[in-house]
């Protein structure tokens, strides 16, 4: 039987300047996609793909910045990784570049300083509030809310997996493949509304690093034997 081709694709980061965005660029390429960076600002988009060529030692070819619009009409699939604050005004910015796309929100609703406090938004949960500002021809999926920076940025076992949850199983099987390419496991969690159970397990995992003294925590599903 031929080996299937895996399917490769260009993904756009709005909010890749930072260390989250950056950290997915990073796996992302490793595993032979292209990435664009994007951020209000060419210039600091060029920059932090400018530091991403800096850590690998090289540049890329598939590795690009560019401004958010740009980034987002060029890309096959969008990720968004901006602060919570700038969540729902970046969408309804690029609302019309994203239409028929799906969305990996990236997103904690973390409001400042209580940050380890679950405090959901009025939809449901940022993805839920995405898939409400973009419309049904958008699908939004949810994924890599509870791993770190510094896990996706070393080398080895990351010692994590990633809930996926969003519209439409087709979508999230996309997503699951994204994330295996990360190295990571990830997991069919079912519908956008399951999203309020991922997302808020961020603050708690920001607890438990705070009483533990670690940076990193994350979760693991287990009681599920591997399948071929």
Known sequence: MAEETKQLYTLGIVGGTGKEGKGLAYRWLKAGHKVIIGSRQHEKAQTAVNELAEFMGYMPEGLSGMDNRSAMEACDIAVITVPYAGHKPTLED????????????????????????????????????AQAILGDKCFVVDAFQNISYERLMGEGDTDCDVLVCGKGKAARDVVIGLVADTGLKGWDAGPIENAVVVEGMTSVLIGLNKQHKVHASGIRITGIPDQA
């Not at 019309?96 to 939809?123: C, R, S």
Request: charged share 20%.
């Open 94 to 129: 690029l609302k019309d570049a994203l239409q028929g796309k799906i969305v990996i929100d990236v997103v904690v609703p973390i409001v400042p300083p209580k940050v380890t406090k679950v405090q959901m938004p009025e939809a449901g949960s940022a993805a839920q509030e």
